[in-house]
T-cell receptor, first 110, second 113 residues
């Protein structure tokens, strides 16, 4: 069983739709990371959160430590949101050694 | 502008050849990382460095080597011992090894001729 699982693997949405990407993990963690990988390959860190909810623009990340689950929401989606969204959790005691999910490929159509 | 620069963007390796991927950061970060990304898999850690002149193996270090002679630079050599080097390689850095956001470079795509 993968230690970090994301769903769905692929997601197609129409512009303006509300989008949810889920991440479940099996290890105990201190924080969870959400990352965005653009079609060219570059990766941007979106959030690092250890409890509750964080918001940045149209992006919202939530985490439930007890249930070992996090969600990334995109409100009023736009074609420029099309990317791979990756969640990652630390392991091994050193909190910046990360286990990465395989990513969710999001395509937002105009 | 602060950031991480990886070069080259595309690299081709011949049979039996060692190649070196460059990673430079001007963020004054202590920690640096190298990841490998294969289709359908999550990023996997190759090597990481907590501080200058120190580095540790990650999960898939075999066939790779690194050095950390300067804080700003963390080059990765893909040796001829790495039998399946074709992948996308990403370098990252963070303020320290403990609980910080990692900043990523744009990546190097390595292919075998």
């Amino acid at each position: 069983k993968n230690e970090v699982e994301q769903s769905p693997q692929n997601l197609t949405a129409q512009e303006g739709e509300f989008i949810t990407i889920n991440c479940s993990y099996s290890v105990g963690i201190s924080a969870l990371h959400w990352l965005q990988q653009h079609p060219g390959g570059g990766i941007v860190s979106l959030f690092m959160l250890s409890s509750g909810k964080k918001k940045h623009g149209r992006l919202i990340a939530t985490i439930n430590i007890q249930e070992k689950h996090s969600s990334l929401h995109i409100t009023a989606s736009h074609p420029r949101d099309s990317a791979v969204y990756i969640c990652a959790v630390p392991y091994g005691g050193a909190t910046n050694k990360l286990i990465f999910g395989t990513g969710t490929l999001l395509a937002v159509q105009p | 502008d602060g950031g991480i620069t990886q070069s080259p963007k595309y690299l081709f390796r011949k049979e039996g050849q060692n190649v070196t991927l460059s990673c430079e950061q001007n963020l004054n970060h202590d920690a640096m990382y190298w990841y490998r990304q294969d289709p359908g898999q999550g990023l996997r850690l190759i090597y990481y460095s907590q501080i200058v002149n120190d580095f540790q193996k990650g999960d898939i270090a075999e066939g790779y080597s690194v050095s950390r002679e300067k804080k700003e630079s963390f080059p990765l050599t893909v040796t001829s011992a790495q039998k399946n080097p074709t992948a996308f390689y990403l370098c990252a850095s963070s303020i320290s090894l403990s609980g910080n956001i990692q900043y990523f470079g744009a990546g190097t795509r390595l292919s075998v001729l």
